[in-house]
C-alpha cells in the first residue's frame, strides 16, 4: 500500500492534516523536529489510527535520514508543511528562514527525485502577494513579499515548479489565508502561540480574564474602521490538502485556500468572542499598527471549481472551537 509523507506532520496544520488523510483511510508518515510542537498532539492521533500513522522525529533537511525513510516506504505523495512561520522572527533570523524554508525544501525534493516520488503539496502563504489592492486577490495577481518570511515561501514555491518542471511531476501549491481554530473533538489546535500573537487568542483571554484592550487603529477605509481579514477554519484547510494530493494535476497548479466571503473585521471577531465567552471585552482603539494593510482578502474560486474546495465552517465555529481547545489546553497546564 501507498504512503503519504508529511513533513511536519506534528504541528498545528499538521495534525489536522494528518487526522483527514487518516480519516480517508491513507496511510501517513510524519517526519517532524518536533523544534515547534509537542509530542502528545500526534501520538493520540498514532494511538486512534493504529498502524496507520508513524511518526520519525528528525529534521527533514537530513538527506541521509530522510534517503533511509525513502528507501523503508513506498510514498506516493509528500505533502510539505514543516518550516518556520513566524513573520518577525523571520526578518530578526534571515539564514535559519532561508536554511529550513528554502534550502531543506531543495534537499526534500531532491530525495523525491533520487526515488521517483513524483508529487508534492506545498503549504505555502496569501503573504506571497504583499499588500496589494483591491481585494479579493486571485492566483494570477503579481508577487510581492513584504515579509522574509513570505520571500521564503516564494522561494520555495520556485524550487517546486523547477522540481515538477525537470522531473516531469505533480505539484499542487496551496496559498493559505489565515488558518485559525481547531479540531475540537480530538483536540488538535496551535497551543503555541507567543511568538504568533494572534488576534482570536488574545481576545479570547482578554474575554475571559477581564483584560482590557487596545485594538490597533480604527480609521481604516472597511465597513466598521478596522482591517479585514481572511480567516478560514484549520479543518477546512487541512480538507484542502486531502483534496490537492488526490487530485491529479497537468504539472503544476497554485490554489488560493481561503474564506471566499468578504473577510471579517477585528471588531466583528471581538463581537463573536463576546458571544462566545459570554462577556464582553472592555476595549479602545490606538495608533495603526505600522505594516497593516486595511483588508486583504484572497479570492478562492479556482480552488473551489478545480479542487472541489468546500468551506464549511463558519466564524461561530472558528471562535468556538478555538476557546474550547484553550479551555482544554489551560486546564491541563495548571493541573
Ligand atoms: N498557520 C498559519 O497561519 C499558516 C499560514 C500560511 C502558511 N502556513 C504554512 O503552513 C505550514 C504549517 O504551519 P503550522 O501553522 O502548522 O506551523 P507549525 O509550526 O505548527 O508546524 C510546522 C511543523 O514543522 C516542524 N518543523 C520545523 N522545522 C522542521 C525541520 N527542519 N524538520 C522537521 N520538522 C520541522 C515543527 O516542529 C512543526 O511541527 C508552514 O510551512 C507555514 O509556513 C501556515
Known sequence: MSEILVTGGAGYIGTNVVNALALRGEKVVVVDDFSNCKQKYIDKLKNLYKGQVECFSFSFGDREKLESLFKTHNFSAVIHLAGKKYVQESNEKQELYKLVNVDMTQTLLDVMKEFSVKKIVFSSTAMVYGNVMPCPISELRELSPVSYYATTKLMAEKLIADFVKTSKGQGVILRLSNPIGADDKLMLGDDNLAKAKPILPYLLDAAKNGNKVVLNGNDYNTKDGTPVRDYVHVCDV??????????????????????????????????????????????????????????FVS???????????????????????????LEETQKKSTK
Open 299 to 325: 479570492d478562492n474560486s479556482k480552488a473551489k471549481n478545480d479542487l472541489g474546495l468546500k468551506i464549511s465552517r463558519d466564524l461561530n465555529d472558528m471562535v468556538l472551537s478555538q476557546y474550547k481547545f
Open 238 to 295: 487541512a480538507e484542502a490538502f486531502c483534496l490537492a494530493v488526490e487530485k491529479d494535476v497537468e504539472d503544476l497548479e497554485i490554489y488560493n485556500i481561503g474564506s471566499g466571503n468578504e473577510g471579517q473585521s477585528v471588531l466583528q471577531i471581538l463581537q463573536e468572542v463576546e458571544k462566545v465567552v459570554g462577556k464582553s471585552v472592555d476595549h479602545s482603539f490606538g495608533e495603526r499598527r505600522e505594516g497593516d494593510v486595511e483588508i
